[in-house]
């Protein structure tokens, strides 16, 4: 049974941090691109950040470049999402994905929530 279980979100000011983890299971994660979107109200979902399988390279969102950096750990089989300096605009559900790169078959997890204000 696959899983992605996200957690880390929460209430923070601007300028502050937060780190998302996901959690992954049943499924073979190093193969996999994991990515993490964001969706805010009244918005449509966004890719955030992107990291490949092999060689680990990553692309991000324009809006987040030098705020966030994505990072994975195949042993523990867990995908990060360090976020600095947030701003109010970063606010919206932040979604765990993991994308096979031979099926095409995606994952999801079920969201968390990110708000950032004063």
């Known amino acids: 049974q696959v899983q992605l279980v996200e957690s880390g979100g929460g209430l923070v000011q601007p300028g502050g941090s937060l780190r998302l983890s996901c959690a992954a299971s049943g499924f073979t994660f190093r193969s996999y691109a994991m990515s993490w979107y964001r969706q805010a109200p009244g918005k449509e979902r966004e890719l955030v950040a992107i990291?490949?399988?092999?060689?680990?390279?990553?692309d991000y969102a324009d809006s987040v470049k030098g705020r966030f950096t994505i990072s994975r750990d195949n042993a523990k089989n867990t995908v990060y999402l360090q976020m600095n300096s947030l701003k109010p605009e970063d606010t919206a559900v932040y979604y765990c994905n993991a994308h096979s790169v031979i099926t095409s078959w995606d994952y999801w997890g079920q969201g968390t929530q990110v708000t950032v204000s004063s």
């Open positions: 990291m490949r399988p092999a060689g680990g390279s990553t």
